[in-house]
Nanobody, 122 residues
Framework: QVQLVESGGGLVQAGGSLRLSCATS????????MGWFRQAPGKEREFVAA????????RYADSVKDRFTISRDNAKNTMYLQMNSLKVEDTALYYC???????????????WGQGTQVTVSS
């Protein structure tokens, strides 16, 4: 079993920054690719970013490319999403996800966290 817990969400003004964290409860964290999804009211859940299990490869949605950075610290069993130059349209519930590969994470992750709310004000 892999348990994921997101944190770090909050209210921020447009142009500001936030860093989201996703912590795991088990030692299996290191063997899984990880990623982030988000869902805004009235919209479908969309892929944001993913990272391989050793952190050597990353993938980003075009909407966040050059603004968001995904990383992981396997010693702490934690994945991060650094969000800079935030826009109002970034407002959403952000979910942490895990899977056996980046391809799996980007399409149908096997595990999900509960989500953390990010609200960007104008």
């Amino acid at each position: 079993q892999v348990q994921l817990v997101e944190s770090g969400g909050g209210l921020v003004q447009a142009g500001g920054s936030l860093r989201l964290s996703c912590a795991t409860s088990g030692r299996t964290f290191i063997s899984y690719a990880m990623g982030w999804f988000r869902q805004a009211p009235g919209k479908e859940r969309e892929f944001v970013a993913a990272i391989s299990w050793i952190g050597g490869s990353t993938r980003y949605a075009d909407s966040v490319k050059d603004r968001f950075t995904i990383s992981r610290d396997n010693a702490k069993n934690t994945m991060y999403l650094q969000m800079n130059s935030l826009k109002v349209e970034d407002t959403a519930l952000y979910y942490c996800a895990a899977g056996r590969s980046i391809a799996v994470v980007a399409t149908e992750p096997g595990y999900w966290g509960q989500g953390t709310q990010v609200t960007v004000s104008s």
